[in-house]
């Protein structure tokens, strides 16, 4: 280490923490090396202690004087240097930077630790790049932002960055829908870019459109103005995934009674007075448990359970035809007499789940976002308007966008769950049903998560929870799907989503809980880091994970333009509005 100054010693080790001294001609200010200078005195500042034919990379936690000590002074010293205290240096070892193929390499390594006496100098650039582990190549790079302790950009390849989940965490206006949009941005110049956007609160049009081609870009207003790019989920293309995670049927009666209508829905057609088969003028089929017609009902129940020789209909019939089917199923019961009747202790087993059908459909909020009327041409099952459906969001290998917006604005925070959970749920059924080789590689930005990435709530009080999700989490990566997770309360977040993350940005969070949600989901951050996230400045954020082995404090990029987040203007508070004077005509006589 000729090159460079040492400034310091290693007197002491306590477990993972290492005290140096200062020498006496060094102030604690900066280090010299063949490069320039570092600096020492801020704490988190890294520095090298030389280790056999390694470095091992350690961060400062404090400084501080200690007692005068003449031992390290050399004779030739003035005498007023000795009356100087001793400064001590505290840190621990975060890793190991070695030669490998004639490259640095950086293993993070919080056990290791140096020898007494060894000797402390400043890192070069080179092996402050290898640490952060800054891109050389060509490929294509995103620059995550600036370094804090002066390293400049820190940067970071495509492969390092989606391949494990992102998580970017805190709370509302530090910065993460400009950080994402930002990120976004740098990504949509690759000729093959697949990204879908769950935009909750409509405001990232403003940011990725400018970046695109119009081919390149599109956008779906769920429950808006078909004339403006709206659109609404058809109920039967949802499927028996997707009408599952809606309408959370029980596991022992009420899933069963669920899949036989769905299956059972082609063959069917319905009037205001419930439903029937295709091609019969009469309805049979009631959701109310109500008497008559029942051994009509029984040969319409069996027929359905072996629908070979049955007519499909022409279009799906109303979401209402679930109910009828679901009550049918199950409360059509003989009795005593060997007479066939609709039984309500057999009926009250799925009367919770066709309650849940008809507030459905009864839900002005909810019928603004899902077509419940059907009428679409039924076309064979109901799997291939599913497969349809998954194309149309999350695109095919076909499909020429590279960003899909979808704009949420007019779904409503209670719907959410089980909209989103829907169609996630679709997706993930059409993701693992076609197998890793007939994938393509899709980055899926799910903002403000803890909306309805999180479990539901029923009507006894019990929880479904979000597996969809939690699927997509744990084996997405295996079909070519990296997940972009943003929110400001990651303790209401799926701890299962938040554990499957391999790269995190946290930004200011204040609430312990979601402290604790962070250092309970991840390995990466030791308990003094935790502690520092809640002192974060806005706009800096904590980057750690498989992408930056060692947490690194930066900067963000600004993104431009901006997403639709901006500060309330408090200041027009102060502006007199003009008022507009109407002009009311006279009467005549007055």
Not at 99 to 105: C, F, N, V
Not at 476 to 492: D, V
Not at 508 to 527: N, S
Request: proline share 5%; with cysteine.
């Amino acid at each position: 280490m000729l090159d460079r100054a040492v400034f310091g010693y290693v007197v002491s080790i306590d477990g993972p923490a290492v005290i140096l001294n200062l020498r006496s001609e060094h102030r604690g200010f900066v280090a010299s090396h063949r490069q320039g200078i570092s600096g020492l005195l801020e704490n988190g500042s890294l520095f090298g202690v030389c280790s056999g034919s390694s470095i091992l990379v350690l961060r400062v936690l404090s400084l501080q004087f200690a007692e005068p000590k003449e031992v390290h002074l050399h004779l030739r010293e003035a005498a007023a240097d000795r009356d100087e205290p001793l400064r001590n240096l505290k840190a621990i070892c975060v890793g190991r930077l070695s030669k490998k193929s004639k490259e640095l390499q950086f293993d993070g390594d919080a056990l290791a630790s140096p020898a007494l006496g060894a000797e402390a100098f400043p890192l070069t650039d080179m092996e402050q790049r290898a640490i952060h582990c800054l891109p050389e190549d060509s490929s294509p790079q995103i620059t995550l932002g600036t370094t804090i302790r002066g390293s400049g950009s820190l940067d970071v390849t495509l492969n390092q960055l989606l391949p494990r989940h992102i998580a970017v965490l805190g709370g509302t206006g530090q910065g993460k829908s400009c950080f994402t949009a930002a990120m976004l941005q740098q990504m949509l110049p690759c000729n093959s870019a697949r990204i879908v956007v769950f935009d909750i609160n409509g405001e990232f049009e403003r940011a990725l459109r400018p970046h695109c081609n119009e081919s390149d870009f599109k956008i779906t207003r769920l429950g808006g103005d078909p004339e403006n790019d709206g659109y609404r989920l058809p109920y039967f293309a949802l499927g028996r995934a997707g009408l599952s995670r809606l309408l959370l049927p029980s596991e022992r009666t009420q899933r069963p009674a669920l899949n036989f209508a769905l299956e059972s829905l082609p063959y069917v057609e319905h009037s205001d007075g419930g439903a029937y088969l295709a091609g019969e003028e009469e309805a049979c089929l009631f959701e109310d448990c109500r008497p008559g017609k029942e051994n009509a009902a029984v040969r319409a129940i069996e027929s359905l359970r072996d629908p070979s020789n049955l007519d499909t209909a022409d279009t799906w019939p109303a979401m209402a035809a679930l109910s009828c089917l679901i009550a049918d199923s199950q409360c059509l019961r003989k009795n005593n007499q060997q007479r066939w009747e609709r039984q309500a202790f057999h009926y009250s087993n799925v009367s919770p789940l066709i309650d849940r059908v008809r507030r459905k459909i009864d839900d002005p909020m909810f019928t603004q976002v899902v077509n419940v009327e059907g009428g679409d041409l039924v076309r064979g099952s109901w799997g291939k308007h599913s497969t349809a459906l998954v194309k149309r969001f999350f695109g095919s290998a076909n499909s020429r966008w590279k960003v899909h917006v979808v704009d949420l604005r007019l779904v409503t925070h209670d719907l959410l769950p089980g909209v989103l959970g829907s169609l996630l749920e679709l997706f993930a059924y059409d993701l693992f049903r076609k197998g890793q080789d007939e994938t393509f590689p899709t980055l899926l930005v799910l903002e403000e998560a803890h909306h309805y990435l999180r479990s539901v709530t029923l009507e006894d009080g019990s929880t479904a929870d979000a597996l969809a999700y939690e699927r997509l989490a744990k084996e997405g990566r295996k079909f070519n799907l990296s997940l972009w997770i943003s929110t400001q309360r990651p303790s209401e977040v799926s701890s299962t989503v938040l554990s499957q993350c391999g790269t995190w940005a946290c930004f200011r969070l204040t609430g312990q809980a979601d402290v604790q949600a962070v250092g309970t989901a991840t390995e990466w951050l030791d308990r003094r880091e935790i502690s520092a996230i809640s002192g974060l400045p806005r706009q800096q954020a904590l980057l750690f994970g498989s992408a930056i082995p060692l947490p690194t404090r930066v900067r963000i990029p600004n993104a431009n333009p901006t997403p639709k987040s901006n500060d309330p203007q408090f200041e027009r508070w102060n502006v007199v509005r003009r008022t507009v004077k109407k002009k009311t005509a006279k009467r005549k006589g007055s």
